[in-house]
């Protein structure tokens, strides 16, 4: 645990030796959740005051690098659980997305699409290849997700549908700023591109 504002000059690489620790420990199953910092604000802290190539303006160019920086961090860990030579489920998603607004600011809020598309990746040991999933989920069923790829069974979760396939037939419903339960298809969306393309 930090104290105050100690989180801002951390980065998750940090996280990488207490992860291994982890592994270390006997146990026959193990769960282990690594909260990571990301890409969360100041953008500048997570890369060091560094980007690659600049893009329209230093906070989109920091953000670049602070995505960069969660792909190798992601995986070293995958790479530390392969090591182990057992089989795991690793999974990573984001709590929310974000927007940008008319000064190509990047902001956090619930009121457009945007703020709710976030990645969901999975990685397992058995897996052989690699596919991509376009349909809409949401985290109000992460209960039905983690008791789907994990094979848990509960008649506390009745899942209607399955999470990891195409089926659409699920309307995805999400949590505004309000904590009030909408329809995602009726928020509006103002992606990244609507202003890259004004520049």
Not at 11 to 27: C, P, R, T
Not at 94 to 123: C, E, F, K
Request: with cysteine.
């Amino acid at each position: 645990k930090f104290k105050n504002n100690e989180t801002v000059k951390k980065n998750d690489d940090e996280l990488l030796g207490l992860f291994k620790e982890s592994l270390l420990n006997k146990s026959d199953k193990k769960f282990i959740v690594l909260h990571m910092i990301g890409s969360h604000p100041a953008i500048s802290d997570r890369v060091n005051n560094v980007y690659d190539e600049y893009i329209f303006t230093d906070e989109l160019s920091y953000y670049n690098k602070s995505v960069k920086y969660t792909d190798a961090f992601l995986k070293d860990i995958n790479n530390e659980l392969v090591k182990t030579k057992k089989s795991f489920s690793m999974i990573y998603f984001s709590d929310h997305g974000l927007g940008i607004n008319n000064l190509m600011q990047l902001t956090h809020g619930g009121a457009y699409q945007d703020g709710y598309n976030v990645p969901l990746l999975i990685w397992q040991d058995n897996l052989k290849s690699k596919k991509q999933i376009n349909a809409e989920r949401s985290s109000i069923d992460f209960l039905h997700f983690f008791c789907e790829i994990l094979n848990i069974k509960t008649s506390n979760i009745q899942a209607d549908y399955t999470f990891i396939s195409e089926d659409t037939s699920k309307e995805i419903k999400v949590i505004n700023n309000y904590n009030q339960i909408v329809k995602y298809k009726d928020l509006t969306s103002a992606p990244i591109n609507t202003y890259l393309k004004r520049q």
